[in-house]
Nanobody
Framework: QLVESGGGLVQPGGSLTLTCGVS????????VGWFRQAPDAEREGVSC????????TVADSVKGRFTVSRDTARNTAYLHINNLKPDDTAVYYC???????????????????WGQGTQITVSA
């Protein structure tokens, strides 16, 4: 089970950290991907942290503003977002694949377990 939290209404230029609490899967082995979906848009992968070595992948569209980390003791992953823009308004999801020891991916169809999502709205 994955549970996101930390979304909200933020002014442009602000920062947020989203939390993904994970149960039933050990983040030492499973990747965690972060995705977002704006209204009338496809789900977009923004970042991934690899289970085996904590290597981080960030989409070019958000590079320099988004990063991801994890706390394996808490089995929790985090998405750190800086310099938020109105175009970042979306529902944000964390996800995990079905199998362990996979390469990180930003493709939604490579993930099996999904959280319920948390809304970020960027507006003045």
């Amino acid at each position: 089970q994955l549970v996101e939290s930390g979304g909200g209404l933020v002014q442009p230029g602000g920062s947020l950290t989203l939390t993904c609490g994970v149960s039933g899967l050990f983040l030492n082995y499973y990747n965690v991907g972060w995705f977002r979906q704006a209204p009338d848009a496809e789900r977009e992968g923004v970042s991934c942290i690899r289970g085996t070595n904590s290597a981080v992948t960030v989409a070019d569209s958000v590079k320099g503003r988004f990063t991801v980390s994890r706390d394996t003791a808490r089995n929790t992953a985090y998405l750190h977002i800086n310099n938020l823009k109105p175009d970042d308004t979306a529902v944000y999801y964390c996800a995990a694949p079905l199998d362990v020891f996979k390469q990180c991916s930003l493709r939604a169809d490579e993930y099996h377990y999904w959280g319920q999502g948390t809304q970020i709205t960027v507006s003045a």
